[in-house]
C-alpha cells in the first residue's frame, strides 16, 4: 500500500510518497520547492497571483507523481498562509480543479502532528519540538503521548524578512554590531517569546526542530555540495552555531550569500531571521543546542493519514 502527504506552507510545498509493508513505512519519494506561497501576506493578508501561480505549477507535478507511484490514498494540508489568506477560497477552488481534495489544517493540529512524528522516531520521554515555518512557528513539549504546552506562534521566516529584513543592508552586508534590522528583530523575538511562551526554561525537554532553516544550517556546517538526509537527521546545532552564522551571514551580501555551500539559493534571504530565531529561543530557554529532524509535517500526516484509515 502507498501513501502520500502533500505540505502546502508559506514557503515551501512539499511531497512524501511512502509505501506501507506491515508495519513499517518505507519513503520511496520526497520533494521540496520553495514556492513561497505567503510572499507579500503580511501587508493585505492576500495570496498573490505569481504566488499561487508557482504553487500550482508544483502541485500539477505532485499530481503526476502521485499517479506514476500509483499512491492509494493520500492527504493534502496547507497551513498558516491559507489559513490567513483573504482570499483562500480562490486558491482552494484552483487547488480542488487540479484534482486534489485538500485540507486547511488547523495550528493546534499541525503542532500536535509534528510532535507525534518526532516522539515515534527520538522515543524520548521529555519532547520539545520547534517547527519554524515561513508563516507560523508551532512549538509543543509533552512526557511521552501527554502534551504539556503547546503553542502555534503567528510569526515565521517569510513575516519576519518583510517585517523586519532592511533589503539595502541585504545587498551590501555590513557587520553584526551595525545591522540595526537584526538587533530589532532579535529584540522583536525576545519580547514576544517571553509573552507567548511563559516558561522560563526548557532543558529537561529533549529539543528537536523541523524546516528548511535548522536542515540548511547543518548543510552549511558540513558544507554540502548535495542534500542527503541520512548526514541531516539527527545532527545537533549548537547555541555557538546559531551565533557564528548569525554574525557570518550579516556581513556577506544577498547575492553572495546564495553561492554558499549548502544553502539553497532560495532560502538565502530568509535564512537569518530563521537563525535569528534559534539564536534567541536557545539563549532564552537555556538550551545549548537543538536537533535538526527530517520527521516534519510530512510525515505527521502520514500518521494522521493511517489513523483514519484504520478508523473506517
Not at 530568509?270 to 538550551?287: A, D, M, R
Amino acid at each position: 500500500m502507498k501513501l502520500a502527504s502533500i505540505d502546502i506552507g508559506t514557503n515551501s510545498t512539499r511531497l512524501l510518497i511512502v509505501e506501507k509493508e506491515k508495519d513499517k513505512l518505507k519513503p520511496i519519494l520526497k520533494k521540496n520547492y520553495v514556492t513561497r506561497l505567503g510572499e507579500g501576506l503580511i501587508k493585505e493578508n492576500i495570496l498573490s497571483e505569481n504566488a499561487i501561480e508557482r504553487t500550482l505549477k508544483v502541485l500539477k507535478e505532485f499530481k503526476e507523481d502521485l499517479k506514476k507511484y500509483n499512491v492509494d490514498k493520500y492527504i493534502c494540508a496547507c497551513t498558516e498562509a491559507v489559513r490567513r489568506a483573504k482570499n483562500k477560497d480562490e486558491f482552494l477552488k484552483k487547488v480542488e480543479n487540479l484534482g486534489f481534495k485538500i485540507e486547511i489544517l488547523p495550528d493546534y493540529m499541525e503542532a500536535k502532528l509534528i510532535y507525534i512524528a518526532n516522539l515515534k522516531e527520538f522515543k524520548k520521554d521529555k519532547l520539545l519540538t520547534i517547527d519554524l515555518g515561513g508563516g507560523s512557528t508551532e512549538v509543543v513539549c509533552g512526557y511521552k503521548e501527554n502534551i504539556e504546552f503547546l503553542k502555534s506562534l503567528k510569526i515565521g521566516i517569510v513575516t519576519l524578512y518583510e517585517k523586519f529584513i532592511d533589503k539595502e543592508l541585504e545587498k551590501k552586508g555590513a557587520p553584526y554590531e551595525k545591522r540595526e534590522d537584526i538587533k530589532n528583530l532579535e529584540n522583536f523575538l525576545r519580547d514576544f517569546l517571553k509573552k507567548e511562551i511563559p516558561l522560563k526554561s526548557l532543558k529537561e525537554y529533549f529539543p528537536i526542530s523541523v524546516g528548511g532553516t535548522i536542515t540548511s544550517i547543518v548543510t552549511m556546517k558540513k558544507k554540502l555540495t548535495e542534500y542527503k538526509e541520512e548526514l541531516v537527521h539527527g545532527e545537533k546545532v549548537y547555541l555557538k552555531d546559531f551565533k557564528y552564522f548569525c554574525k557570518i551571514l550579516c556581513e556577506i551580501p544577498l547575492e553572495k550569500r546564495k553561492n554558499i555551500l549548502g544553502l539553497h539559493p532560495k532560502r538565502a534571504d530568509v535564512i537569518l531571521p530563521g537563525i535569528c530565531f534559534y539564536k534567541v529561543f536557545c539563549e532564552l530557554f537555556n538550551l545549548d543546542f537543538i536537533v535538526a529532524s527530517e520527521k516534519s509535517l510530512l510525515w505527521g500526516l502520514i500518521f494522521y493519514l493511517l489513523e483514519r484509515e484504520n478508523k473506517n
